[in-house]
């Protein structure tokens, strides 16, 4: 299923010796030595000793992270949408004014801006939820394929792995046509979706993935055929899922079930499925996801943000759900809050704590995170895997006072993106001390992406 | 009421030119050319040309944070207590061990390093609430004020402003003797506290305030007693109130009323008071608070990291009492966080958004939270108050992409402690490109303070 490793890595031997590493368990090994050919881990030693050739990672080394739920767009919306009261419709309005402005230079700059600051945080792979296909006004563009072209592009350029979940969206609601700048995002029915997305050829570091908008934007006929093309296709499905109650009442009224049962009924859950969000899920509904394999993603900063409110995450995992975490939204770019979120707004709820340790939360980031976007070798640091490495400094004042019997815990808890200074991706230096070696000044790229497209 | 600045700045003037500063409303000023002589601002001009010889301070300056309420020792347990389930009173467990193991001089090396780590974030005030008086067993040490003087010597160490809140507590529950490592923490009576108290003698940069560790472990004739003496020496006194729902249990059974109705009943309520929490109020406990002008701190990641619940900040303000922010158990240390989770974390139980606008969150981190500790005339960038000024950068991937009209938000809602790259204290520069001018290396600071009281 991967289609190998991010091009331009070399295809020598490198060794990297970490001081640290968690390698899966309760805790982190102590002096590491990682070899990597090809872009691939070969061999994994704990309790090494440092050869002189070997690149040498400082504090603690994980596997790579990944952000199952994207879209990039969203990133020109931090800071703006935080001012005056609403609610989740409100804030839609304002993301929709982004997405009718966007072209696709626009759509490519600000993705690669926003995958660099991925990079930058420890993502090495993003699932892009990608729903943005077409000219304003609904009108296709010469390739039909443009905008997902561009995605595709710009996630090359910033040195992340990237999963394009082309998202069929038809209508605005069960049986009222899209409207507005959802024009931009409708093909003309999952026939034409699957036609169009028949015509996309991606490169390596790239595969491809399938999406359901959601129930309210996609009848239960269509949502038939986007599943059933995903199976045919070996392709991830992944669908948003009961994020707001009034979506619930919509698929009630409509089709007389649940997101979830509707989307049941359709053939859409099951092992290579992925719920989006679940914040809003019946007992029945949790049940039917775990009973079928079906993956559920999480998006706690976005959840937070957006006022969605706290998901049964540990329900679902318990009755063996795989959970996944992304930053959807991008109201902040962080893996370490998305993971500890997880826990906090839970133990807000609950009143108690220690529902997720912190190495179940750092497999929800790595290598759950990657087998729910189509990446099963990645995430792991272990023989045989695609060699993804993200370094974190125990130099910085949050974390520091850490000791190896709490390290996982600490990074977990208390680490922060700034604190990431290494990334690497199938054996390719994407980070550095902190630098982006392939954008250079993320912070600006970020700024002339954003200035383009929003109101100053 | 304020002692004056922070020893050591310059007498002589100074000027500031900032790219942006927040002078308070609802938005930033350009070319804010700031004035300082003796430590307190001398004038403020928007608009203005950036003279010759002024320091220039890029990005967005705010005025500086108060840290209302922290227990400087609880740095230790970062990262520590987040293996195993539990409650807040299995983390208290934990708190205890490291209580039990501090000395003298160990508390003044990991308040220093921890109050250091406050300024690197933009405190620049911290109010410290101190129940730690005693030798191993109960007995006073040789100078019964010891613990507290180490803690204004490391605040005078780190250059963050102080007010010792010398913290009254007498028994583990109503009519039981405290015990174990609560023996540090009792005064024999509300009149021994009184009396050790006033031996208490603080110089520049720092002042005096009172507090009753909570009504659970102090009954109410001596906080009517601990009242009296914060009343009569012109003293801000703060209290525990209700951060845990047995908490209202244990005084309903021994009191006949909530904490909140105990307290007013001792003469405890009012404008320098403030409750500490607030977490699981009635309604008519709210009224209390706010009819009495009592203000209330939250403590948002504290709150949250130990499964607290979320208190009603929104009904208290608009009742009106002065809301302010503490970073408590210093599970993270980041005024950004305090801020942004007072709102985001309403969001997370009402559904909605646009509960606390960007600069009503400023207001309780900056002048209002100065106010809840005894400096009414820090916290604001303004002709008189005492120069504070904490700079954040705009070059980080967090915040770029901001544009003037939208710096409140984005700083408030993206901002990072990292992003904190200058802070002056009473005129006096403290952090300036994100170092620590006295502290010099916080980060081995803290490791060598943590190590030397935790179990490794």
Not at 24 to 46: F, M, Q
Not at 244 to 265: D, F, H, K, M, R
Not at 369 to 397: F, K, M, Y
């Amino acid at each position: 299923m991967t289609r190998g490793p991010v091009s331009g890595q070399a295809a020598d031997l490198t060794t990297y010796f970490c001081d640290h590493a968690w390698l899966g368990g309760d805790a982190t090994a102590k002096a590491v030595l990682v070899s990597v050919h090809d872009g691939r881990i070969t061999a994994v030693e704990a309790g090494a000793r440092e050869p002189r050739e070997a690149v040498h990672l400082a504090g603690v080394t994980l596997p790579g992270f990944a952000n199952v739920h994207s879209h990039a767009f969203h990133r020109a919306l931090r800071g703006r949408t935080q001012r005056g009261g609403g609610t989740f419709w409100s804030w839609r309005e304002q993301m929709y004014r982004v997405a009718a402005a966007l072209s696709p230079e626009s759509y490519y700059a600000l993705a690669r801006a926003t995958y660099a600051e991925m990079t930058l945080a420890g993502f090495t792979s993003v699932g892009e939820f990608h729903y943005l296909h077409h000219q304003p006004g609904g009108a296709p563009y010469a390739d039909a394929n443009e905008m997902g072209a561009a995605l595709v592009a710009a996630a090359c350029e910033a040195g992340i792995r990237i999963t394009l979940l082309d998202t069929c969206y038809l209508e605005s609601a069960p049986g009222r046509p899209a409207e507005g700048p959802q024009l931009r995002f409708a093909d003309a029915g999952a026939e034409a979706w699957a036609e169009r997305v028949a015509g996309l050829h991606l490169g390596a570091g790239a595969r491809l993935g399938a999406a359901i908008h959601s129930v309210r934007a996609v009848p239960p006929a269509a949502a038939r055929l986007v599943a059933h093309a995903a199976a045919s296709n070996d392709l991830p499905l992944h669908f948003h899922l009961s994020e707001q109650v009034s979506e619930n009442e919509t698929a009630i009224a409509a089709y007389g079930a649940t997101p979830a049962a509707v989307l049941g009924g359709s053939g859409a859950l099951g092992p290579t499925a992925v719920a989006v969000h679940g914040t809003h899920l019946s007992g029945k509904d949790v049940e039917l996801l775990a009973s079928s394999g079906t993956g559920v993603c999480m998006c706690p900063t976005t959840e937070r943000d957006l006022a969605d409110g706290v998901g049964p995450a540990r329900l679902l995992a318990e009755a063996g759900a795989p959970i996944s975490l992304g930053s959807d939204s991008h109201a902040v770019i962080d893996a370490f809050e998305e993971m500890r979120g997880l826990e906090l707004d839970e133990r807000l709820v609950s009143g108690r704590r220690g529902h997720w340790s912190a190495p179940e939360l750092l497999v929800a980031a790595t290598s759950a995170g990657h087998e729910a976007i189509g990446w099963p070798d990645c995430g792991r640091i272990a023989p045989g895997s695609v060699a993804d490495l993200v370094t974190v400094t125990l130099d910085s004042p949050r974390l520091a006072g850490a000791t190896p019997r709490s390290f996982v815990e600490h990074v977990v808890f208390a680490g922060s993106a700034p604190d990431v200074t290494d990334v690497v991706v199938a054996g390719r230096v994407v980070v550095s001390q902190g630098r982006h070696r392939l954008v250079g000044d993320v912070s600006a790229a970020l700024g002339a992406a954003i200035s383009s497209v929003v109101e100053r």
